[in-house]
């Protein structure tokens, strides 16, 4: 019973290492595909974050609390959240045969029948500006370039009018 104990206290330990409660902000664990993770803190008044070029969205209906920590969870490259309100169940029936006895019995198991997304989830995207992050215009050298000349000539334009007043 004391190694049991021992054990629980050091386990706690390793989670109390592993996970720090930081005051304001939220965890955002990112499942990749390639059976690794990612977390990322993200502070409570930022609607949104980046990683490896993927652009993920705070959802409340998808925070999680993990004692006094908050927490979402993402599946890489999907925009949102996972939470229980996606997930459509499907029950199936199994007979299992118990060794000990050898009697069969008939179990209900809970089965992933598939995800749903609906319009809601959309106007979350949309609301969340989405469209600006795909729309958005790279200022580069040739376009501050351009800008600049013909503010320039704007410019000059006007002295020359203001000129011709005079």
């Not at 629980?8 to 902000?25: M, T």
């Not at 690794?36 to 502070?43: A, K, N, Q, R, T």
């Amino acid at each position: 019973m004391k190694k049991t104990k021992t054990a629980k206290l050091d386990l706690k330990e390793k989670n109390k290492n592993i996970v720090e409660n930081k005051v304001g902000k939220l965890l955002c664990i990112i499942l990749k595909e390639g059976k690794g993770s990612e977390w990322v803190w993200l502070d409570e008044h930022e609607e949104k974050f980046s990683v490896d070029s993927n652009t993920y969205f705070k959802q409340d209906s998808g925070t999680y609390i993990n004692g006094i920590q908050r927490m979402l969870v993402y599946l890489e490259g999907i925009s949102l959240p996972i939470h229980h309100g996606y997930i459509q169940h499907e029950e199936i029936k199994k007979v299992t045969k118990d060794k000990k006895t050898g009697k069969t019995k008939t179990v209900t198991i809970k089965k992933i029948k598939g995800l749903k997304f609906d319009s809601k989830v959309i106007d979350i995207i949309l609301n969340r500006n989405l469209a600006d992050e795909f729309t958005k215009t790279h200022m580069d050298l040739p376009n501050l370039m351009i800008i600049v000349i013909v503010i320039a000539g704007l410019l000059v334009g006007i002295i020359n009018i203001g000129m011709w007043f005079a």
